[in-house]
């Protein structure tokens, strides 16, 4: 069974070939060092990249946290054409319940819109949103989900940087030629 490089996901059909990887996305295929640098990274930095996030401010409306990952899911529609999703987003409390409503309004008024799957999914959907606006994560210690997210960010982070900085072969030839 082949699987994406970066994100892990089986690949049913197609994929895109990228140095020597398969991806199953052009977002993989772009995204692709991060996530297995995210995975090799130490706990004890990306614990603490997580409560940075969770202690700090809504980056949405930069109000006070906790700041958590917050799921959202929507449905909608066309007669034979149904789409599923789920979206999630490091918010606080009122704009994850914000995001949670939205996605309840959408899968209530477009979700039964397709046979036989919009009537199937769309229950689902709107329980989901509904589970999802009275969950409360601990406000002292950061999900499972948002220490994925914090991982991923620190590996973008740290890939940034080594893009940054010139490699040491590259230092030498130019001090190199400074000498000339």
């Not at 999914?121 to 709107?126: K, Y």
Request: charged fraction near 20%.
């Amino acid at each position: 069974m082949r699987r994406c490089h970066a994100c892990n996901f089986w690949i049913p059909l197609g994929g895109i070939q990228e140095g020597g990887h398969e991806y199953c996305c052009d977002v993989c295929v772009e995204d692709g060092p991060v996530f297995p640098l995210s995975r090799q990274l130490p706990a004890a930095d990306v614990r603490l990249k997580a409560l940075k996030i969770h202690s700090g401010r809504c980056p949405h409306c930069e109000g006070p946290g906790p700041v958590e990952v917050r799921a959202s899911y929507r449905v909608w529609s066309a007669v034979v054409l149904t789409h599923w999703s789920t979206r999630h987003r490091i918010s606080c409390r009122r704009c994850g319940f914000r995001s949670q409503l939205r996605g309840l309004a959408t899968s209530a008024a477009l979700g039964w819109w397709g046979l036989p799957l919009g009537v199937l999914v769309t229950p689902v959907q709107i329980v989901r949103n509904l589970v999802a606006m009275v969950w409360v994560p601990d406000p002292q210690e950061p999900s499972r989900e948002l220490l994925r997210q914090a991982s991923l960010q620190l590996a973008q982070e740290r890939l940034a940087a080594r893009a940054d900085r010139p490699s040491s072969r590259d230092a030498s030839r130019s001090g190199h030629r400074a000498r000339s």
